[in-house]
């Protein structure tokens, strides 16, 4: 069977599974087991002197056997039969892209606030990680919103991206990096100095295609509106955000959206400052969200097509 081949129908495969059942509950996943895997070493090293230290060899031991092992796991199976191999690939691609489960979560997150505040604040904190106890109507559904927005390329687009450059070792490490980012890249008294290298590798592994997703997301739209001025108020707009990255896509939706995201929010108890995007304080509705939805789409089509090219050619 041709290389490319191999490539691009575990590709095709991965991401109609992922389009038809996004991430069904009753099947194990390995992001499940890489939680878990990151819990037992934070509980077990994250104390005394060296956090920092301890915390850079987790990190960088973890992705390394993540990558070694779908390595290994693919030079193992290509002797064999390259029909093993294909559908190997297959399933670490969905296991890899989130976004219809992404999407529908988000949904559920509007159709719950439909129904009271109470049920969107609890369906919202299933996929921020802000204290949502307090939250404001508005707060909920701009958090969903910027939450599409951010994982659009968490979750699709930086897959894809490492996918086309590494295969599917590099797209299985790169949510390794996104998961220990997720559990310990953030800046409280107990994670500063032990995840501090999660969240710098998470930064640098998102550099390009946070951008890239913001792209992606905004050229469809300005081609259809022959309004290129989106550009500029994601350049102005995405580095305002506390990340180097999630700005961009982010700032992307608030443009197309015409509304405002960021603001102060609390995580684990202590409230974080975040600048603004976006200049348009207006009521955000279940309308906004079916848009911002059409809007991840579209751009998740774009790099499919890009990555097709990529083995194609």
Same mark, same amino acid.
């Given at each position: ?56 060899? =987790? #990190?960088?031991? $973890?992705? /390394?056997?993540?990558? !070694? @092992? ?6 193992? *199976? ?125 930064? =640098? #592994?998102?550099? $390009?295609? /946070?951008?890239?997703? !913001? @792209? ?6 300005? *081609? ?90």
């Amino acid at each position: 069977m041709d290389s490319w081949i191999i490539a691009i129908l575990p590709l095709l495969i991965g991401w109609l599974l992922d389009l038809l059942l996004g991430d069904p509950q009753w099947l194990p996943h390995p992001v499940v087991w890489f939680g878990k895997a990151i819990a037992v070493c934070e509980h077990k090293l994250n104390r005394g002197n060296h956090r920092k230290t301890k915390g850079a060899f =987790v #990190a960088i031991l $973890l992705i /390394a056997l993540v990558f !070694a @092992l779908t390595w290994l796991v693919r030079y193992w *199976l290509l002797p064999l039969s390259s029909y093993l191999l294909l559908l190997f690939d297959a399933v670490i691609i969905f296991y890899c892209l989130a976004g219809t489960t992404l999407i529908r979560e988000v949904r559920e997150v509007f159709y719950a606030l439909d129904r009271s505040l109470e049920e969107g604040r609890q369906q919202v904190a299933r996929i921020v990680g802000r204290d949502t106890s307090e939250l404001s109507a508005q707060e909920v559904r701009t958090a969903a919103l910027e939450t599409l927005a951010e994982n659009l390329s968490d979750g699709v687009i930086a897959p894809l991206f490492w996918f086309a450059l590494l295969g599917t070792p590099g797209m299985l490490a790169y949510k390794m990096v996104n998961t220990l980012d997720s559990m310990i890249g953030y800046k409280t008294e107990r994670y500063k100095d032990f995840g501090c290298w999660a969240a710098h590798i998470d930064d =640098v #592994a998102n550099y $390009l295609p /946070a951008r890239l997703t !913001a @792209l992606l997301m905004i050229l469809p739209h300005a *081609l259809f509106t022959f309004n290129f001025s989106l550009l500029t108020f994601v350049w102005k707009n995405g580095p305002r955000h506390a990340s180097p990255n999630s700005g961009y896509p982010e700032a992307a939706l608030a443009g197309i959206l015409n509304c405002r995201f960021g603001g102060p929010h609390y995580y684990f108890g202590q409230l974080f400052d975040k600048p603004y995007i976006g200049e348009n304080e207006r009521p955000l509705t279940t309308a906004d969200m079916k848009k911002a939805v059409r809007v991840n789409r579209v751009a998740e089509i774009w790099m499919l097509l890009l990555v097709l090219l990529r083995f194609i050619w």
